[in-house]
């Protein structure tokens, strides 16, 4: 089983509207892309300064469903459309449970 771990910095340009788009759009890949055993998409509470603002952590049974997905085009056009315009920065990691 692979995890997917993708921790999200919004730009300051970006309003609490077009994050909580952000994070609708990101929890969306459950049913528009599929292949995982779990996502989760959840905002930072804010019990700590300088954290990011939002992680997704998706669970795949294989290396071969992880590339699907990060291939997919509905994956594609949610980080094009929804993520990219807002992100001032990401970071990932994938790792085997």
């Given at each position: 089983m692979i995890r997917h771990v993708v921790v999200f910095t919004w730009s300051p340009d970006a309003d609490a509207a077009q994050r909580t788009a952000v994070v609708e759009a990101l929890r969306g890949l459950w049913e528009a892309v599929g292949g995982m055993t779990a996502l989760e998409v959840a905002e930072d509470a804010g019990l700590s300064d300088g954290n990011a603002d939002a992680v997704l952590i998706a669970d795949f049974p294989d290396v071969e469903a992880f590339h699907r997905y990060a291939q997919d085009a509905r994956h594609q056009a949610v980080l094009t459309e929804h993520v990219r315009p807002h992100l001032a920065?990401?970071?990932?990691?994938?790792?085997?449970l």
């Amino acid at each position: 089983m692979i995890r997917h771990v993708v921790v999200f910095t919004w730009s300051p340009d970006a309003d609490a509207a077009q994050r909580t788009a952000v994070v609708e759009a990101l929890r969306g890949l459950w049913e528009a892309v599929g292949g995982m055993t779990a996502l989760e998409v959840a905002e930072d509470a804010g019990l700590s300064d300088g954290n990011a603002d939002a992680v997704l952590i998706a669970d795949f049974p294989d290396v071969e469903a992880f590339h699907r997905y990060a291939q997919d085009a509905r994956h594609q056009a949610v980080l094009t459309e929804h993520v990219r315009p807002h992100l001032a920065g990401r970071s990932a990691v994938q790792y085997e449970l």
